[in-house]
């Protein structure tokens, strides 16, 4: 089951500064997969401190909600990938509710 319904009240629901639910699918006897995605178009390179803009490819992870309802939620998380315009280094998308949650 898949909707694409509702997403914006679930992006409201999970609260999360800068990221908006792009999907819900429920998977039976797993729970419920959020994906997700950062709102932001542009990050800054470590490196070079330059604008850089998102690259095609987003390698997906996947993080469990401890928000501690009935049915487990997963979060499905879209994470950019970006490249500095200065040092041509690849580098990720910086996601701080996933390292303030992985502990
Ligand atoms: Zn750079």
């Known amino acids: 089951m898949t909707t694409k319904k509702g997403t914006k009240v679930l992006t409201e629901l999970l609260n999360i500064q800068g990221i908006k639910v792009t ?3 429920q998977l039976q006897g797993i729970g419920i997969i959020l994906q997700v ?3 932001e178009r542009e990050s800054h390179c470590h490196h070079c401190g330059t604008k850089s803009n998102r690259l095609p490819q987003n390698p997906r992870y996947v ?3 401890l928000s501690g309802g009935k049915q487990p939620v997963f979060l499905e998380i879209n994470r950019g ?3 500095g315009k ?3 280094k690849p ?3 910086k ?3 996933v390292n303030n ?3």
């Open 23 to 25: 999907q819900r699918s």
């Open 37 to 39: 995605e950062s709102t």
């Open 63 to 65: 993080v469990k909600d």
């Open 81 to 83: 990938q970006f490249k």
């Open 86 to 88: 200065k040092c041509g």
């Open 91 to 93: 580098f990720s998308e």
């Open 95 to 97: 996601l701080d509710f």
């Open 101 to 103: 949650r992985r502990t």
